[in-house]
């Protein structure tokens, strides 16, 4: 059982953080659905991921991180095969890709699932390889565990969660210590490999990047990315008012709750808005490198780790495609963007966060 002592090392800042970004994505979610009858639903369907995604962050905190890095090999061993049914067998979602799996009541991503169960089998898998991490035989292997779940991913298909993994993996092994001879290696492969990553992407993945070079290659796509540009432009300072923006009421901006949220949220918010909520994921960020710099075992630091760079890199793709930055990869803006599956999912992580934090002192169980 937990003692007083560690119930005291939960952090309620980080839970406090997260469940304000969620109620700001509910509202800004009814903003842009709103007299939309085809998104009636999205609203409440936020509502209730978000609660029982609060329930499983307490309950995830609650067991004991330990135990799921001890079962690593049959977590990736589950993984793998709901992946292997969701590219095989599932049911193709809004965005095009094959990745749903129906459960009757409800169904889910096994490719949003992938992100965080992959970072506890990476933990594992590199905290009993320490030692030899320096060596490319390591890295090498651990860079096999993550192949076959991102092979799954890229053909389903979806681009995004698979930069996502790749990126995720990159970061774990660097703070494992891999050595700087070894990441320049892996770039040069990097390389090598994206002209034939090039030529398996479906069309339309191509031409999102296409249409982000070159704009005139496909102006129906990039209607889209000017109107969301256009809504930025729109919210100036402090905004148009909430439920007030041009672009998302009269509905020029198109998947506005989950890919081009960011854009409501500037335009209806304004600049202040945008850097606010900026500013609420970056604490987020912030106090999970400090679980992290706090955990008294590496598992549990590259646990950590890992779950940041989720949340970061995410947040810094979401926000970049809005701006024109990156190309549109569909990846979802942390705990605000429509999506039960992503949401829950990111609250598994923010679990596994409080668990490290809870067991900060051995003695503490």
Same mark, same amino acid.
């Given at each position: 059982?937990?003692?007083?002592?560690?119930?005291?090392?939960?952090?309620?800042?980080?839970?406090?953080?997260?469940?304000?970004?969620?109620? #700001?994505?509910?509202? *800004?979610?009814?903003?842009?659905?709103?007299?939309?009858?085809?998104?009636?639903?999205?609203?409440?369907?936020?509502?209730?991921?978000?609660?029982?995604?609060?329930?499983?962050?307490?309950?995830?905190?609650?067991? &004991?991180?330990?135990?799921?890095?001890?079962?690593?090999?049959?977590?990736?061993?589950?993984?793998?095969?709901?992946?292997? #049914?969701?590219?095989?067998?599932? /049911? $193709?979602?809004?965005?095009?890709? =094959?990745?749903?799996?129906?459960?009757?009541?409800?169904?889910?991503?096994?490719?949003?699932?992938?992100? *965080? #169960?992959?970072?506890?089998?990476?933990?594992?898998?590199?905290?009993?390889?320490?030692?030899?991490? &320096?060596?490319?035989?390591?890295?090498?292997?651990?860079?096999?565990?993550?192949?076959?779940?991102?092979?799954?991913?890229?053909?389903?298909? &979806?681009?995004?969660?698979?930069?996502?993994?790749?990126? /995720?993996?990159?970061?774990?092994?660097?703070?494992?210590?891999?050595?700087?001879?070894?990441?320049?290696?892996?770039?040069?492969?990097?390389?090598?490999?994206?002209?034939?990553?090039?030529? =398996?992407?479906?069309?339309?993945?191509?031409?999102?990047?296409?249409?982000?070079?070159?704009?005139?290659?496909?102006?129906?796509?990039?209607?889209?990315?000017?109107?969301?540009?256009?809504?930025?432009?729109?919210?100036?300072?402090?905004?148009?008012?909430?439920?007030?923006?041009?672009? +998302?009421?009269?509905?020029?901006?198109?998947?506005?709750?989950?890919?081009?949220?960011?854009?409501?949220?500037?335009?209806?918010?304004?600049?202040?808005?945008?850097?606010?909520?900026?500013?609420?994921?970056?604490?987020?960020?912030?106090?999970?490198?400090?679980?992290?710099?706090?955990?008294?075992?590496?598992?549990?630091?590259?646990?950590?780790?890992?779950?940041?760079?989720?949340?970061?890199?995410?947040?810094?793709? +979401?926000?970049? *495609?809005?701006?024109?930055?990156?190309?549109?990869?569909?990846?979802?803006?942390?705990?605000?963007?429509?999506?039960?599956?992503?949401?829950?999912?990111?609250?598994?992580?923010?679990?596994?966060? $409080?668990?490290?934090?809870?067991?900060?002192?051995?003695?503490?169980?």
């Amino acid at each position: 059982m937990l003692t007083t002592r560690a119930l005291r090392n939960f952090d309620y800042l980080l839970l406090v953080l997260v469940i304000i970004l969620i109620v #700001l994505g509910i509202m *800004m979610i009814a903003s842009a659905t709103r007299d939309v009858a085809s998104l009636e639903g999205r609203v409440q369907s936020q509502t209730f991921f978000g609660i029982v995604g609060i329930g499983v962050v307490l309950a995830v905190a609650a067991f &004991d991180y330990r135990y799921l890095t001890s079962t690593y090999l049959w977590i990736y061993g589950v993984l793998v095969v709901f992946l292997a #049914l969701g590219s095989l067998l599932g /049911t $193709e979602g809004e965005a095009g890709a =094959q990745s749903w799996i129906n459960l009757g009541v409800a169904g889910f991503q096994p490719s949003e699932l992938a992100k *965080m #169960l992959l970072i506890i089998v990476l933990a594992q898998q590199l905290a009993q390889n320490a030692g030899r991490i &320096d060596h490319l035989q390591t890295v090498l292997i651990s860079l096999g565990f993550v192949a076959i779940p991102v092979f799954f991913i890229f053909i389903q298909p &979806d681009l995004g969660i698979t930069i996502l993994v790749l990126v /995720t993996w990159f970061v774990m092994v660097w703070a494992a210590g891999m050595r700087w001879q070894h990441i320049l290696l892996f770039a040069l492969v990097g390389l090598i490999v994206m002209p034939i990553l090039w030529s =398996q992407m479906e069309d339309y993945q191509r031409s999102r990047i296409s249409v982000f070079i070159n704009p005139e290659n496909d102006p129906d796509a990039f209607f889209n990315i000017d109107q969301a540009l256009v809504a930025i432009g729109n919210g100036g300072v402090l905004g148009r008012g909430y439920m007030q923006g041009s672009q +998302s009421q009269l509905r020029y901006l198109r998947v506005r709750h989950t890919d081009f949220i960011f854009a409501v949220i500037a335009e209806e918010l304004g600049f202040v808005g945008g850097v606010a909520v900026l500013g609420l994921i970056f604490l987020v960020v912030l106090r999970v490198l400090r679980a992290a710099r706090l955990s008294h075992d590496m598992a549990g630091g590259l646990i950590c780790y890992g779950v940041a760079t989720v949340i970061f890199f995410q947040t810094l793709v +979401s926000i970049g *495609m809005n701006l024109r930055l990156l190309p549109v990869t569909g990846l979802t803006l942390p705990f605000i963007s429509s999506g039960g599956s992503s949401l829950v999912t990111l609250l598994f992580g923010i679990g596994l966060v $409080e668990s490290v934090l809870l067991r900060r002192d051995p003695r503490d169980v």
